[in-house]
């Protein structure tokens, strides 16, 4: 079975509450459909999120990749032969979450032909995932009630506090107010989106010792090499590499070099065969990881449930899978829903990343 044909549809759904964050904010979601056709008729389907700020990436050059780059090298090739396909894409530098786009959808093509649902074929270790929701910039007193809300409403009772900020104080602040409001059962942990320096991240860390953070995630600039390995090997937290690790070789940098000793695995950018590559260096080497988001659409975050759920190694820590919350719509054709904390992995076969036709056609923008 053999592919046909890739789209790349852009469309735009707006956020009701934009997320702000160090490296950026987000206020639609401005993102890309890809489809990937077979000549059986068999179509599978993924997201991609641009985030310039992160990858470079943006809608515009999503489409173009995908049609004109990788659409003409792929079309003719069987979709079982995904070393092949990974190869491929492998031709062309960067590029990162329009090439797990098209891996995810030739993975919902895959299951759909075999019948059987992607996470079992991946590896099939549990049917639901802990959900940890993901706080952007606000006040101390407005976040504490947000969390609040969430697990009242969902369950939820882990979460990833953006930071970054200056001064140190108004992230100190607000750590402090969640585990006083949240109390000693929160998981919390933080995120700074390189917004530190390490000298500031290790200040925070230390005036934030007593409050029981699970880690913190990509303090400083990963290129300020002495000083985040010194912090690595000061830091009482596992200090988790993200942005610097958005592929196979510079997660194995950033955990051999001492640039990290936790890893973000996020299916956007990693599709799911090199996230399973990702998943399986970190257990044999002993580190723990836990399933990111790109700030992820319902079609996205089901990949990440889908993904997540397949590997004990990825279901031992919350994953970051409710932010489709803030949304005004989305494409999704069966809504996911978070109860008593978790997501469940869609049953059927595929990678349940199927849409509603109808919105796509409302909302696509070409």
Known sequence: MKIAAIEAI????????????????VHEAEHVLVRVHTDDGVVGTADTPPRPYTYGETQKSIVAVVQDVFAPQLVGIDVFDREKIQAVLARTI???????AVDIAVWDVIGKTLGQPVTKLLGGYTDSLRVSHMLGFKPAQE???????????????????????????????AARVLRDGLGEDAELYMDANRGWTANEAAEVLRRTADLGLQFLEEPDDAREVLGRRRLVTNSPIPIAA???????????????????????????RSGFTEAAKIVGMAEGMGIDVYIGNQIDTQV????????GAAFAHTAKRAAELSNYLDMTDDLLARPLAITGGRIRVPEGAGAGTDVDDDKLAHYRTD
């Open 242 to 268: 993200d942005e610097s690790a958005a592929n196979l070789g510079e997660a194995a940098r950033e955990i051999l070099t001492g640039g990290a000793n936790l890893l973000s695995v996020k299916t956007a």
């Open 10 to 25: 852009p469309y735009s759904i707006p956020y009701r509450h934009p997320l702000h964050f160090a490296s950026g904010s």
């Open 300 to 307: 996205g975050t089901v990949a990440s449930v889908v993904f």
């Open 94 to 100: 960067h590029n990162q979450t329009a090439k797990g």
């Open 143 to 173: 976040l504490l009630a947000l969390a609040l809300e969430f697990r009242e409403t969902y369950g939820i009772n882990t979460f990833k506090l953006k930071t970054g900020r200056r001064p140190l104080n108004l992230d100190i602040e």
